[in-house]
């Protein structure tokens, strides 16, 4: 099972990433997939999740509106725009299966640095 984030980097506030999430090794169609954050110093955070057909979606209050999630074809995307400073730390995607209601498969995160 592999689940590869990828597409941070540095970008001043106002600023816009894609992150995308390529997925490997599970039944993609049978999972939700979500993507978390951790700042320095911080607890990990949920940010956005989708469900496996893709028809539902929901956000952090911290990113709603300024945040879009999406999928296809073993990929799933996180469209970040507006990014504020408090966006920057490690986003993590992960894949919960759609009966359960722990995610069990975690990647490897992407850096997101926002400076002002």
């Known amino acids: 099972v592999q689940l590869q984030a990828s597409g941070g980097g540095l970008v001043q506030t106002g600023g816009s990433l894609r992150l995308s999430c390529a997925t490997s090794g599970f039944a993609f169609d049978d999972y939700a997939i979500g993507w978390f954050r951790q700042a320095p110093g911080k607890e990990r955070e949920f940010v956005a999740a989708i469900t496996r057909r893709g028809r539902t979606t929901n956000y952090a209050d911290s990113v709603k509106d300024r945040f879009t999630i999406s999928r296809d074809s073993f990929k799933v995307y996180l469209q970040t725009d507006s990014l504020k400073a408090e966006d920057s730390g490690v986003y993590y995607c992960?894949?919960?299966?759609?009966?359960?209601?722990?995610?069990?498969?975690w990647g490897q995160g992407t850096l997101v640095t926002v400076s002002s």
């Open positions: 992960a894949a919960r299966h759609w009966t359960g209601s722990q995610y069990s498969y």
